[in-house]
């Protein structure tokens, strides 16, 4: 499958060009809840690559209060409640009504409505949904579960379990929190076990919104690929999520909302997405700038490729990590993705140590060990 892309509200017209040009890596792209009905473009040169497009309803919000939710599918100005939910199929069908009808022509791959897993109630709250929306069309349907980071055994199993029972062949997996920059082994190996145990069940497996997790997983084989959004989304916090949409926009001298959805530019040498203003910093420093920087396609014409086309730049550097990894056979894959790792981490503490201001942020490495000691891991009981 390789990596896919989550669109945000301005990254249509780049993922076009990029599409039209080159797609070896990617597998599909997901076209943004709100900005859909102008990514039609951008579908239709996915589909001529052979990718498939699917669309984000973002339901997992819609049981909060306080949070205002306008163009959402299923929103109604009122929370949820999940307890009536479970309880009342009529409710359920009208959400997934407004879902699907919400989707664009163009998916290829329906989305259904879900919700964060807590326990096995929800659980088997979002199969049901997922169940009513592949009676509901005649496309393929991949479900989202986002799922505790470390979920218990016995939970993992059961859903393992009525997920395959039920029929379903492929999933979007998400674990909430995971991929932040400080993430330990046990978490990432609760994680990688986790999705193990789908992918051994026959059940193809996206890991959700995962940036150096997702893609230490793909080169492991414990999923089938991974997502990311377009300089953004490369972690899952389900509540830091809804506390930010929670807290009142900014707004700027003319009383309207300010600013927008933070999107960063990808440094490949640290494996990491910075801010614009750190990216200039950095890339003009001429001891380190081409150990960080990029070369490939527009990128090798210029000083600051990364920063001149953040979005093209993200997407070939993601891309390309993928494709490399595909086109190496299985057995090398861990070895080149912990060279990688290893090759970031030596970055990251060359950059904090000599490269750094005062008031920046430290380049946190534990997650990269965590991977990098999670793939040793792996390739020992391989061989075991």
Known sequence: MGVEFQLDHQDHHKVEDFLARQSAGVGAITLHAKAAKYQASAAEAAIAAGLDVLYDPRTERLEYPGLTLNGLPGYTGEPYDLDRLVARADERQLLVDAVLTAHPDVVTIVTPPHFLVRDHRSAHLNLALAEAARLATNKRVRPVLTLKSRLNQELSHEIVKIYTEAGFTELDLRFTPLGSENDGIPKIRSAFATARLFRDA?????????????????ALGHVDGFSVGVGQMEHVDHAADVSRQNRPPTLNADGKKAGGTWQGVYLPGIAATVSMRRAKELLGHSDIRTRLGCRVDSCGASLF????????????????????????????????????????????????????KGSDPELKTRTLHSLVDGIQEDVRAAAA
């Not at 193809?204 to 893609?215: A, D, E, H, T």
């Not at 057995?331 to 970031?344: G, S, V």
């Open 202 to 218: 026959g059940v193809r497996v996206i890991l959700g919104r995962s940036g150096n997790v997702g893609q230490a997983a793909f």
């Open 305 to 356: 490729g990364p920063i001149d086309d953040y979005r093209t730049h993200y997407l070939h550097s993601r891309a390309g990590d993928v494709a490399a990894l595909i086109e190496t056979p299985e057995a090398w894959r861990p070895k080149l993705e912990t060279d990688r790792l290893r090759r970031a981490i030596e970055m990251r503490d060359l950059v904090n140590a000599a490269y750094r």
